[in-house]
């Protein structure tokens, strides 16, 4: 099959020195061949409104757009608290409302986490699983991509210095390819 995968993929950080962007920046380097990665920046997105879900602002709407328009998802993001940014949850929150226009619906779907700590931010991924069952998504399950001690594995300009962290997340990259062909209906 030679259609390109189109990957929408955002990051659950505004930090500008984010080792999550950076990461999500590196990548645009090393997507395959056969598949395209847009990168959609969360900021500007204003916190969620009920009242306002079937009248979402405009940056809501050309989230959704996006959204509904990938083949598949990539979400790289840090861990809060033992759980996922709020940024990100109120992105999340904001793109699967109103009820019927839930913009993820079907989507496969896969993650990234980078984190200064020893676990790189798995308990966010796996609280982001969770998440998915009621966006009914489909998550890619390997490779995991953990990102520990980031803080050691950038340089000062956001580029990521190691080679093993990359080779995981070029399988990822094709996994996440291969698992969007299986699911795609047209
Ligand atoms: C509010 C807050 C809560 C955090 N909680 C955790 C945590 O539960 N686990 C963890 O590994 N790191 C935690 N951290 C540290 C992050 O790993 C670190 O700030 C990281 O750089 C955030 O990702 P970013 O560089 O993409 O912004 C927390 C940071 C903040 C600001």
Redo the contacts with the bound molecule.
């Keep these: 099959m030679s259609q390109i995968i189109n990957i929408l993929g955002f ?5 500008k ?7 999500l920046r590196t990548v645009l380097e090393i997507v395959p061949n056969n598949a395209n990665l847009e990168v959609f920046e969360l900021d500007d997105i204003p916190p969620f409104n009920q009242d306002l879900e079937s009248s979402p602002p405009e940056k809501v709407k050309e989230f959704k757009t996006k959204i509904k328009a990938a083949d598949a998802i990539l979400i790289v ?7 996922i ?1 709020g940024v990100l949850k109120n992105a999340i929150d904001w793109a699967s409302r109103p009820p019927g226009d839930n913009s993820f619906d079907g989507k496969p779907v896969a993650m990234m986490s ?8 798995a ?2 991924q796996y609280q982001l699983r969770q998440v998915f069952v009621t966006l009914n998504m489909y998550p890619l399950n390997k490779p995991e991509v953990f990102v520990t001690f ?2 050691q594995k950038f340089d000062d300009k956001g580029n990521l210095l190691d080679e093993k962290t990359k080779e995981l997340m070029g399988n990822l990259l094709e996994n996440l390819v291969a698992w969007a062909r299986r699911l795609k209906v047209t």
Excluded: D, H, K
Aim: proline content about 6%.
């Design positions: 990051a659950g950080s505004l930090r020195g984010s080792y999550n962007r950076a990461l993001t840090p861990e809060y608290n033992y759980s940014p980078a984190s200064i700590g020893m676990l790189g931010g308990r966010a980031a803080n």
